[in-house]
């Protein structure tokens, strides 16, 4: 099973919007609705962001926000915070009954 | 609350064998899949095992299939991962979290080193 691919990086200044893509195939993204989405700060563990493409847990920040398009997903971060820096990491169910995570993208807050 | 804490990582050789256990408390362990998801230094996370709420579906990475197996004890509200014949890649900080799909609790993590 391949990984998802995600920009190595992202970057913005305080207060824009930035997104982060998740592309995969229909085995994996295109095929499921269980697209989510993972913060990563450094020597911690991930805390999940958006789950099932486009929910949030409770107590997640609303300035995230997921979406999807054929084999592609995407999350959102609007009015960007010097807190958001961090890995970003998607993942996904596969047909093979498997789970696959992209390569992780580090967001930078300018 | 929601608690998963890993525990029995440590340096092992080569072809050496390491079990490691996740503890979880603060939910009713029989309601949820279980998954172990790894992730070497520097790099991103992996994927490893999810193991169903009465162990009867299990699904391993292609990387661990037939080295590594996922277990859990439901009266112990443990969770655990057999790893046999390990090798130098295998080197990673491997995290319990629950559920399958996605992870909304995550254990804080376990090294593991695979080293001569």
């Known amino acids: 099973q391949s990984a998802l691919t995600q920009p190595a990086s992202v970057s913005g200044s305080p207060g824009q919007s930035i997104t982060i893509s998740c592309t995969g195939t229909s085995s994996d993204v295109g095929g499921y609705n269980y697209v989510s989405w993972y913060q990563q700060h450094p020597g911690k563990a991930p805390k999940l962001m958006i789950y099932d493409v486009s929910n949030r847990p409770s107590g997640v920040s609303n300035r995230f926000s997921g979406s999807k398009s054929g084999n592609t997903a995407s999350l959102t971060i609007s009015g960007l915070q010097a807190a958001d820096e961090a890995d970003y990491y998607c993942s996904s169910y596969t047909t093979s009954s498997s789970v696959v995570f992209g390569g992780g993208t580090k967001v930078t807050v300018l | 609350q929601v608690q998963l804490v890993e525990s029995g990582g440590g340096l092992v050789k080569p072809g050496g064998s390491l079990r490691l256990s996740c503890a979880a408390s603060?939910?009713?362990?029989?309601?949820?899949?279980m998954t172990w998801i790894r992730q070497a230094p520097g790099k991103g996370l992996e994927w490893v095992s999810y193991?169903?709420?009465?162990?009867?579906?299990?699904h391993y990475a292609d990387s661990v299939k037939g080295r590594f197996t996922i277990s859990r004890d439901n009266d112990e509200n443990s969770l655990y991962l057999q790893m046999n014949s390990l090798r130098a890649e295998d080197t990673a900080v491997y995290y319990c979290a629950r559920d399958k799909l996605f992870s909304d609790y995550w254990g804080q993590g376990t090294l593991v080193t695979v080293s001569s």
């Open positions: 603060g939910f009713t362990f029989t309601d949820y899949y």
């Open positions: 193991i169903s709420s009465r162990s009867s579906s299990i």
